[in-house]
């Protein structure tokens, strides 16, 4: 595992205190990491490398090669690499802001111009992805995180271990989450970076409105409603959501990828653009918004508590140093 990033031969005690866990997945945690020297804080992805499949070995190689050919600045940034013979520490860009849907909620005026604003950088980061033929392929809202609490916070896109290169071959694996994930990709014929574009369709119509265009607590009843594309604009929550909104999202959730807006289109779509996106405050969304990620918030902790169990049982919870 090969990159100009890694220290090689250093300790990461050397550089960084570890401090607080700030999450836990089936073979990983991310502490704080402060870095000695100077004081800054720093997120520390630590992966156990003996809990690792021949595969998430090479998702990692891949991840890490990706992140080191990224720069734009509404990508978290992945600074350092140790290792040592137990683990490996990625040491990432501290994101203390929060996520989307959790900054949307706590503001007192929202509005469609706002959300623009807001959605507008994530889209143009996708674009530059799809420039160097990389893409996400588990864009969500838990994925976009702001720098910090500060209003002026930037919005970045977070957690490139589903990310890959592409080509002109289409890609046949299996991957995303299930809300977002884009239709072709459940039909299995192949797919290309446009699975992207489907998730910030979805991402934006939740904003809009605080719910999602396709719902069901049956996973297979859900990707059956995704295969067929079929939403709609419901009463009364949509009624203040104007058309040139709706206009967009219907471009985007085109089930033909070959027909749906790419990211670079989405940007000239005058919604984005923004000077007639309207500035009308949004009560029900935020009201909507702020019940829906109460729920996904619930229903994402008691996976991660799930793995962690099914982790410690099997092996043993995952100790860094």
Not at 243 to 271: F, G, M, S, T, Y
């Amino acid at each position: 595992m090969e990159s100009n990033l890694f220290r090689k031969g250093e300790t990461v005690e050397k550089y960084y205190k570890l401090t607080d866990t700030l999450g836990e997945g089936s073979f990983s945690v991310v502490m704080k990491a402060i870095k000695k020297k100077t004081g800054q804080e720093f997120a520390a992805k630590i992966i156990d490398r003996s809990k690792l499949t021949s595969e998430e070995t090479m998702a990692l190689k891949n991840e890490i090669e990706i992140l080191c050919q990224i720069d734009h600045p509404n990508v978290v940034k992945l600074f350092e690499i140790f290792e040592d013979k137990d683990l490996i520490y990625l040491i990432m860009e501290y994101m203390s802001g929060g996520e989307l849907f959790d900054r949307i909620v706590e503001r007192e005026h929202y509005s469609e111009k706002e959300a623009s604003d807001t959605i507008r950088p994530v889209i143009d980061c996708i674009k530059y992805c799809h420039s160097l033929g990389i893409v996400h392929r588990d864009l969500k809202p838990e994925n976009l995180l702001y720098t910090s609490k500060n209003a002026d916070s930037i919005l970045k896109i977070s957690d490139f271990g589903l990310a890959r290169f592409f080509d002109s071959t289409l890609m046949k694996t299996s991957c995303g989450t299930p809300g977002y994930v884009a239709p072709e990709i459940l039909i299995g014929t192949g797919y290309s970076s446009s699975v992207d574009c489907w998730s910030l369709g979805i991402i934006i119509y939740i904003m809009l409105c605080g719910s999602p265009p396709f719902y069901s607590e049956n996973n297979d009843d859900l990707y059956e409603q995704i295969k067929k594309g079929k939403f709609d604009f419901p009463s009364p929550i949509w009624d203040d959501i104007s058309d040139l909104a709706k206009d967009l999202i219907k471009r985007i959730l085109v089930v033909n990828p070959d027909k749906r807006l790419k990211a670079d289109e989405i940007l000239l779509h005058p919604w984005i653009l923004g000077d007639k996106t309207p500035r009308i405050t949004l009560p029900k969304a935020t009201a909507n918004l702020k019940v829906f990620n109460i729920k996904r918030k619930v229903k994402r902790a008691a996976i991660v508590l799930i793995a962690a169990k099914k982790l410690e049982l099997a092996t043993g919870k995952l100790n860094p140093k």
